[in-house]
């Protein structure tokens, strides 16, 4: 099965859990990364890998428009359900690839993503598609956790998110995230970073498959046991599995003409 396929299959079981998730769906959490574009905002907007649409709703108050764009066709039905219930007509609906967007160079004047690089096997593609699909001086705000910038730690944190989400690649160092965006044509104009504490239980329901993620409690428990932090300060006391979750939000422009 290509990665692809991965993807549409994971996050269709999970189109309803996802955007449901406390630690996705906390208030404010949206408003934080329309709030990072600045004036791009009230433009003409790209919500790329929108999910259950929690961007969408957020930029459909200020834009001109949003384009709301996905893979998977299960949640851009929960995006559109939900721009619906709030009264947006200015959100449309784009499926496909966000390696290949089927849009002209510069057709926004921002751009936004939220928790997808880490699902990419090369995440330079998309945000070199963003870049093309921007116009010059457009500004993006990309929101995804991180990993440990120690490669053996690294690896561990994605290996625990590879078993419970298989459509999970590679959480991303800073550094790496950093010079991707670089890479892109991108520069950076701001950048803000937090930590979301997670117990294993909420974070296992979003993948809602509770075979797949009881053997991996079984194996992060073991971990934790043993001291293994894994980059994400593991715990368990008195039963409890936690973890740190950490997050990078950037604002970049686009450079060039």
């Given at each position: 099965?290509?990665?692809?396929?991965?993807?549409?299959?994971?996050?269709?079981?999970?189109?309803?859990?996802?955007?449901?998730?406390?630690?996705?769906?906390?208030?404010?959490?949206?408003?934080?990364?329309?709030?990072?574009?600045?004036?791009?905002?009230?433009?003409?907007?790209?919500?790329?890998?929108?999910?259950?649409?929690?961007?969408?709703?957020?930029?459909?108050?200020?834009?001109?428009?949003?384009?709301?764009?996905?893979?998977?066709?299960?949640?851009?039905?929960?995006?559109?359900?939900?721009?619906?219930?709030?009264?947006?007509?200015?959100?449309?609906?784009?499926?496909?690839?966000?390696?290949?967007?089927?849009?002209?160079?510069?057709?926004?004047?921002?751009?936004?993503?939220?928790?997808?690089?880490?699902?990419?096997?090369?995440?330079?593609?998309?945000?070199?598609?963003?870049?093309?699909?921007?116009?010059p001086g457009g500004t993006a705000a990309v929101a995804d956790l991180v990993a440990s910038e120690d490669p053996e730690e690294a690896a561990l944190h994605n290996a625990l998110e590879n078993l419970?989400?298989?459509?999970?690649?590679?959480?991303?160092?800073?550094?790496?995230?950093?010079?991707?965006?670089?890479?892109?044509?991108?520069?950076?104009?701001?950048?803000?970073?937090?930590?979301?504490?997670?117990?294993?239980?909420?974070?296992?329901?979003?993948?809602?498959?509770?075979?797949?993620?009881?053997?991996?409690?079984?194996?992060?428990?073991?971990?934790?046991?043993?001291?293994?932090?894994?980059?994400?300060?593991?715990?368990?006391?008195?039963?409890?599995?936690?973890?740190?979750?950490?997050?990078?939000?950037?604002?970049?422009?686009k450079t060039g003409r």
């Amino acid at each position: 099965m290509d990665h692809h396929a991965i993807i549409r299959e994971e996050f269709a079981r999970q189109a309803e859990t996802f955007g449901q998730a406390p630690a996705v769906a906390k208030k404010g959490e949206a408003e934080r990364v329309v709030e990072a574009l600045g004036e791009a905002r009230r433009g003409r907007v790209l919500d790329l890998a929108c999910g259950p649409g929690l961007l969408a709703e957020a930029l459909g108050r200020d834009a001109r428009e949003v384009v709301a764009f996905d893979l998977t066709p299960e949640m851009l039905d929960q995006a559109r359900a939900r721009c619906e219930r709030a009264g947006l007509t200015n959100v449309r609906f784009r499926q496909g690839r966000a390696e290949a967007l089927p849009f002209a160079d510069g057709e926004f004047d921002g751009a936004v993503t939220r928790l997808s690089l880490h699902h990419f096997p090369d995440p330079g593609l998309p945000l070199r598609e963003m870049a093309r699909v921007l116009r010059p001086g457009g500004t993006a705000a990309v929101a995804d956790l991180v990993a440990s910038e120690d490669p053996e730690e690294a690896a561990l944190h994605n290996a625990l998110e590879n078993l419970r989400d298989p459509s999970h690649t590679r959480a991303l160092p800073r550094s790496e995230l950093l010079a991707l965006h670089r890479q892109a044509g991108f520069e950076l104009l701001a950048e803000t970073g937090w930590e979301t504490l997670r117990e294993f239980g909420e974070w296992a329901e979003i993948a809602n498959s509770p075979a797949r993620t009881s053997s991996v409690r079984a194996v992060m428990e073991a971990l934790a046991r043993r001291g293994a932090r894994a980059g994400i300060d593991l715990r368990l006391e008195g039963g409890r599995l936690t973890f740190l979750h950490r997050w990078v939000l950037l604002t970049v422009q686009k450079t060039g003409r």
